[in-house]
């Protein structure tokens, strides 16, 4: 089992900035790859970005591209989602994944494709 805690959801201005935090424990040297989805009120959950937990490759949804930014801190079992240039249509809850897969596989298999899930932080972007 793995378990994800994520952190740093809040409500920000158009334009604004904000990075969440995964911390990752459990049996997580046998998770390959790490990540984000998002669900928006109303709407279903969507794949936003993932990083392979070795190889550092990452892949985004083309919503975000150029926007945000994941790495990782491999020491401190730890992903982060640097998110810039926010928009109000990035409101959503964020929720942390992940699953024995490559970044590619992630973003391919979607949410029935991933094993492990955080609670979600809230992400609320004001126009």
């Known amino acids: 089992q793995v378990q994800l805690v994520e952190s740093g959801g809040g409500l920000v201005q158009a334009g604004g900035s904000l990075r969440l935090s995964c911390v990752a424990s459990g049996r997580t040297f046998s998770t390959i790859a790490m990540g984000w989805f998002r669900q928006a009120p109303g709407k279903e959950r969507e794949f936003v970005a993932a990083?392979?937990?070795?190889?550092?490759?990452?892949y985004y949804a083309d919503s975000v591209k150029g926007r945000f930014t994941i790495s990782r801190d491999n020491a401190k079992n730890t992903v982060y989602l640097q998110m810039n240039s926010l928009k109000p249509e990035d409101t959503a809850g964020y929720y942390c994944a992940a699953d024995h897969t490559t970044a590619q596989g992630m973003s391919r298999l979607g949410v029935s494709g991933t094993a492990y899930w955080g609670k979600g932080t809230l992400v609320t972007v004001s126009s």
């Open positions: 990083i392979s937990w070795f190889g550092g490759s990452t």
